[in-house]
């Protein structure tokens, strides 16, 4: 690895003929593994690979100071965690001998194995893993922003964004009556279950503040089903009726007029729009790639996801590059339990080309895992695979709601990711299925 500076100095005559002095930073970085996006992904990936590897042959670009915990932001809106533990300081979780560089990559040339960020700084690689994730267009839904911004008054709360999470429980406990509506966007999500899990224990915060009868709660999504796993779905459904949530298929919001506090909403099936008068309404975004990701066209499919290889998250064009998590096109349910599976399989295939080998055994199946909160105490741990067919870890049957699946989301989980994630030592469940199913699965 190393590291040139170049300083350009350029004198601009204006036309008021006053001069100014510009500095264009120019530094060149070469090492053998680039890894774009330092989230969940990124940071278990450097982990694994900083034990082979020599210090700075690891560079890991992200541009955040914090690094975030994203399943806790649930926990947060329903007041089960506090906001302070869903996060830690980037530096404090870099991999040890992994370089970091605080910034963004803006441009992608795989032709050249190079990339610019936005610093200006060329970073030459050997191998590439993208792990960019999705970001959030709030902005996408006119007036959201602004509603957001005036929580809890507003009664509009997100759970998606560190900016807006801590906002979720008072606006929840600010409810005295009328509609509370739930969203689910006309766009891939990451965790598809944490919409309806802060619906389900909003109701249940409710039913705990006694305003449970003057409350009429809606879940709104724009899928025409509740979950994408038929066997879920079946008990997710039977959760809602029980519940009293009304749910409404194909239908998306489109605008909030956050002074009348009237929401309107698409139905996408026939295009009609409907006005709802709300009191509590919790938006969840529209997301998509970063925009860096999206304009990089040679790397991405049409809609703007990373292209790879399903069972092993190669890209499809360029050998020497890998992808993992949120941003690739791979079509596997986006969270951090896919990311946990996906881990182990991207090293293999990875470390195997970097030493000149092939990897011919791994394969990733698509596994991710929702803990779908369906109340305090409760939890249905749905986990499936590409096939949307049930791959579950334990010896019970875990489409029913579960104490047990309640306590493993909320105590094991973030621990498991901090020490055990973070430091390359998760590859999800597999080991523990086989074992508490006696090698039978
Ligand atoms: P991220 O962790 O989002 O990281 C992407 C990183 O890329 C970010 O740090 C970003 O700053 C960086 N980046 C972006 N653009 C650039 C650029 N141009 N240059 C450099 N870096 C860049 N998963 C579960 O398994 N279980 C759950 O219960 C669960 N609940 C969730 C609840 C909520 C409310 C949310 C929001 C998510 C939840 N998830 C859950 C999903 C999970 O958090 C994501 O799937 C996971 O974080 C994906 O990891 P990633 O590395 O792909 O993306
Ligand atoms: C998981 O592996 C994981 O990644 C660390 C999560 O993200 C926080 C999860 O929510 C879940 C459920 C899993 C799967 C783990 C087990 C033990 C079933």
Same mark, same amino acid.
């Given at each position: 690895?190393?590291?040139? %500076?170049?300083?350009?100095?350029?004198?601009?005559?204006?036309?008021?003929?006053?001069?100014?002095?510009?500095?264009? =930073?120019?530094?060149?970085?070469?090492?053998?593994?680039?890894?774009?996006?330092?989230?969940?992904?990124?940071?278990? $990936?450097?982990?694994?690979?900083?034990?082979?590897? %020599?210090?700075?042959?690891?560079?890991?670009?992200?541009?955040?100071?914090?690094?975030?915990?994203?399943?806790?932001?649930?926990?947060?809106?329903?007041?089960?965690?506090?906001?302070? @533990?869903?996060?830690?300081?980037?530096?404090?979780?870099?991999?040890?001998?992994?370089?970091?560089?605080?910034?963004?990559?803006?441009?992608?040339?795989?032709?050249?194995? $190079?990339?610019?960020?936005?610093?200006?700084?060329?970073?030459?690689?050997?191998?590439?893993?993208?792990? $960019?994730?999705?970001?959030?267009?709030?902005?996408?839904?006119?007036?959201?922003?602004?509603?957001?911004?005036?929580?809890?008054?507003?009664?509009?709360?997100?759970?998606?964004?560190? @900016?807006?999470?801590?906002?979720?429980?008072?606006?929840?406990?600010?409810?005295?009556?009328?509609?509370?509506?739930?969203?689910?966007?006309?766009?891939?999500?990451?965790?598809?279950? /944490?919409?309806?899990?802060?619906?389900?224990?909003?109701? !249940?915060?409710?039913?705990?503040?006694?305003? =449970?009868?003057?409350?009429?709660?809606?879940?709104?999504?724009?899928?025409?089903?509740?979950?994408?796993?038929?066997?879920?779905? %079946?008990?997710?459904?039977?959760?809602?009726?029980? @519940?009293?949530?009304?749910?409404?298929?194909?239908?998306?919001?489109?605008?909030?007029?956050?002074?009348?506090?009237?929401?309107?909403?698409?139905?996408?099936?026939? @295009?009609?729009?409907?006005?709802?008068?709300?009191?509590?309404?919790?938006?969840?975004?529209?997301?998509?790639?970063?925009?860096? &990701?999206?304009?990089?066209?040679?790397?991405?499919?049409?809609?703007?996801?990373?292209?790879? %290889?399903?069972?092993?998250?190669? !890209?499809?064009?360029?050998?020497?590059?890998?992808?993992?998590?949120?941003?690739?096109?791979?079509?596997?349910?986006?969270?951090? /339990?896919?990311?946990?599976?996906?881990?182990?399989?991207?090293?293999?295939?990875?470390?195997?080309?970097?030493?000149?080998?092939?990897?011919?055994?791994?394969?990733?199946?698509?596994?991710?895992?929702?803990?779908?909160?369906?109340?305090?105490?409760?939890?249905?741990? /749905?986990?499936?695979?590409?096939?949307?067919? =049930?791959?579950?870890?334990?010896?019970?049957?875990?489409?029913?709601?579960?104490? &047990?699946?309640?306590?493993?989301?909320?105590?094991?989980?973030?621990?498991?990711?901090? !020490?055990?994630?973070?430091?390359?030592?998760?590859?999800?469940?597999?080991?523990?299925?086989?074992?508490?199913?006696?090698?039978?699965?």
């Amino acid at each position: 690895m190393f590291a040139v %500076k170049h300083f350009v100095r350029v004198n601009l005559n204006s036309n008021n003929n006053s001069i100014s002095k510009i500095s264009i =930073r120019t530094i060149n970085h070469q090492c053998r593994l680039l890894i774009v996006g330092g989230g969940s992904g990124g940071m278990s $990936m450097g982990a694994k690979f900083a034990k082979d590897y %020599k210090q700075d042959d690891i560079i890991i670009v992200e541009p955040s100071n914090l690094h975030y915990y994203q399943p806790m932001f649930t926990l947060i809106g329903g007041g089960i965690k506090t906001f302070d @533990k869903s996060h830690r300081q980037t530096k404090n979780i870099i991999p040890k001998k992994v370089k970091w560089i605080q910034d963004s990559v803006t441009q992608f040339k795989p032709n050249d194995s $190079m990339v610019i960020t936005s610093e200006g700084d060329k970073i030459s690689y050997d191998y590439m893993l993208v792990a $960019m994730g999705l970001v959030l267009n709030y902005n996408q839904i006119k007036g959201c922003e602004e509603a957001l911004a005036c929580a809890p008054d507003s009664g509009v709360c997100s759970i998606y964004s560190p @900016k807006y999470v801590s906002q979720v429980l008072p606006t929840l406990e600010n409810f005295k009556s009328g509609n509370a509506l739930f969203t689910f966007p006309h766009s891939p999500v990451k965790c598809p279950g /944490a919409p309806q899990k802060i619906c389900y224990l909003a109701e !249940h915060l409710f039913r705990k503040r006694n305003v =449970r009868d003057k409350a009429n709660i809606s879940y709104i999504t724009a899928l025409p089903v509740i979950f994408g796993v038929k066997e879920y779905a %079946k008990s997710l459904v039977k959760v809602a009726a029980k @519940k009293k949530i009304n749910v409404k298929y194909s239908t998306h919001l489109v605008e909030i007029f956050p002074d009348k506090k009237e929401a309107v909403f698409q139905n996408l099936n026939d @295009k009609s729009c409907t006005t709802e008068k709300y009191s509590v309404l919790h938006v969840t975004p529209p997301q998509s790639t970063p925009p860096e &990701l999206k304009a990089a066209t040679h790397l991405t499919n049409e809609a703007g996801f990373l292209d790879v %290889k399903k069972h092993n998250l190669q !890209h499809v064009k360029y050998p020497n590059i890998f992808g993992i998590g949120d941003c690739t096109n791979s079509p596997n349910s986006k969270t951090v /339990a896919a990311v946990a599976a996906q881990s182990q399989v991207v090293y293999k295939h990875l470390k195997a080309l970097m030493d000149g080998k092939v990897e011919k055994q791994s394969k990733y199946d698509g596994y991710a895992s929702c803990p779908l909160l369906t109340g305090y105490g409760t939890c249905i741990l /749905a986990e499936f695979d590409y096939n949307l067919e =049930r791959k579950e870890t334990f010896p019970i049957d875990q489409r029913k709601e579960s104490w &047990l699946m309640y306590q493993l989301k909320k105590e094991a989980m973030p621990p498991l990711y901090w !020490h055990l994630m973070l430091n390359g030592y998760w590859n999800g469940p597999e080991f523990y299925r086989k074992m508490l199913h006696l090698g039978m699965v």
